[in-house]
């Protein structure tokens, strides 16, 4: 049964800082692991889609990352800013139809100016 | 374009009875995936439809149960309400099932007294 961890699972920056946010999921059997963010009692924005085959994908301040093998994804956020404060999921996926995104209890992000 | 919608955005019923929430996929989406997102807790998933038919089904009892219709909208039932059952209630559409992007709806906050 997959299970996610994300590390720290609160954070607080000043503005201008660059962050990492972390995630470690069990079971190495994934195909892709996807970001997202929410903001408070609201939906989830898709932030990136890791295929396991990139390893890597870029988003203008965003940059993640996939290490299959040892079951760990990290999210760098460069130059925080106070709108980039909000919860931050990640939720790997098995290569099934039907399969469902597992999702950890997120890191909550507070950015201050 | 327009993205995932659901309705209504907030509602509030008593134990005992039954609820309907609705989720309106993106153009070109033919699977739609329902979670439960608990306060403080990461969204948990309840079950996937594909072209209409249940393809994948997470830890929820039979009283959660969902159609999807031929233009690919869904709707989520529960039955006999508990307190418990008091959460947000997110909605995902996928081009496709299997390995590949989901995008959220803003969600449905429930509250069961």
């Known amino acids: 049964k997959q299970e996610v961890t994300q590390i720290p699972a609160a954070l607080s920056v000043p503005e201008g800082e660059n962050l990492v946010l972390n995630c470690s999921f069990t079971d190495s059997a994934i195909y892709n692991l996807q970001w997202f963010r929410q903001d408070p009692g609201k939906g989830l924005t898709s932030l990136l889609l890791i295929q396991s085959s990139q390893r890597e994908q870029t988003s203008g301040r965003l940059n993640a990352s996939l290490d299959k093998s040892s079951g760990r994804s990290t999210l760098y956020i460069a130059a925080s800013q106070p709108g980039d404060s909000a919860t931050y999921l990640c939720a790997p996926q098995a290569n099934q139809a039907g399969t469902a995104l597992i999702f950890g209890k997120g890191t909550t992000l507070s950015v201050s100016s | 374009e327009t993205g995932v919608t659901q309705s209504p955005t907030h509602l509030i019923k008593t134990r005992g009875q039954q609820v309907t929430l609705r989720c309106s996929s993106q153009?070109?989406?033919?699977?739609v995936s329902w979670y439960q997102q608990a306060l403080g807790q990461g969204p948990q998933f309840i079950f996937q439809y594909y072209r209409e038919e249940e393809n994948g089904r997470g830890n929820f009892p039979p009283r959660f149960s969902g159609l999807q219709f031929p233009n690919y909208s869904s709707e989520l039932n529960v039955n006999a309400l508990e307190l418990d059952d008091s959460a947000l209630y997110l909605c995902?559409?996928?081009?496709?099932?299997?390995?590949?992007?989901?995008?959220f709806g803003q969600g449905t906050r429930l509250t069961v007294v």
């Open positions: 153009s070109g989406h033919n699977t």
């Open positions: 995902a559409s996928s081009p496709r099932t299997g390995n590949t992007e989901a995008f």
